[in-house]
């Protein structure tokens, strides 16, 4: 009878140190090990439905821990293992067939990529980036998410190259725009003069002077300069530089007289894109004279 209640104590013993050094170090470690697979995973974007069993587990392995439960420590981190390596299986066999399909699209992309200049290319390469980023770190769903996406929007992109290249050789000259108006209680006069250079840049002079309504009259210019580019046949103005040679508005008060509000000239640098603008060929074309 003592002997059998030796190996009874022996025995409680033995459990009670296995489950003191399963919620101490070593299952720390084990917790650990899992949770940064689980991790990997994510970060690879397998799908939620895929790990939603794995974080279950881990976090009733964390609760019982916290608990002292060395019982259910166990039992979820059996659970977990076996849910990690399952989505591990998983992800390998989804991510070999994404890797093989994002190396195919990204080499033809790449080839089509060449043919494209200006904003298009522009367009191409930051899409191209996040699909070469995705490839370098292994994150194949994403990278195939990527490529689709690109692969999608090419057709479009080499649409505008084409249509930019006709247009490019039309637009370079000084295009003049003059108009009056007088209706609605206006009287005023709106110059605009755009130069396109050669080199990719721009010169944009605007002028407006006389009433413009009922109660006021307006008179200012201003020049702006910067870079153009084509999408398509649509001129995109990015503007570095504005200068107000003046601008002198006239309010009409309640006495019927004109006030007049002169503001200061200014000379400005232009650098996160407020005064960027885009203008159709056919509006240039049907408003404008060469």
Known sequence: MKVNKCILMLVCAGFVGAVILLTGCGGDKAMLDLETRLKALEDKGTPDSVLSSARVDLENAKAGKQRGDGTAVQVSIDSLKVHVAAAEKWAEGVMQVNKVRA???AKVLADLKNGLTGIQLK???????VLDSNLKKAWYLQA???????DSLMPSLLKDEDHARQT????VGVWNMVKQHREDGANEVEKNKISFMKDGTF?????????T?????????FISHGNYGLKGDTILLMTQTEKCLRQIYWNLNDKSQWVKNEKAPYDSVIKDGSKDRSIAFSYLKDNYRK
């Open 144 to 150: 195939k998410a990527a490529a689709d996406h690109l």
């Open 203 to 211: 010169e944009y002079d605007e002028q407006m002077k006389g009433q």
């Open 123 to 129: 367009i191409a390469d930051s899409l191209y980036s």
């Open 103 to 105: 190396d195919s699209l």
């Open 213 to 221: 309504n009922d109660v006021l009259k307006e008179d200012w210019q």
């Open 168 to 171: 490019s050789v039309k637009i």
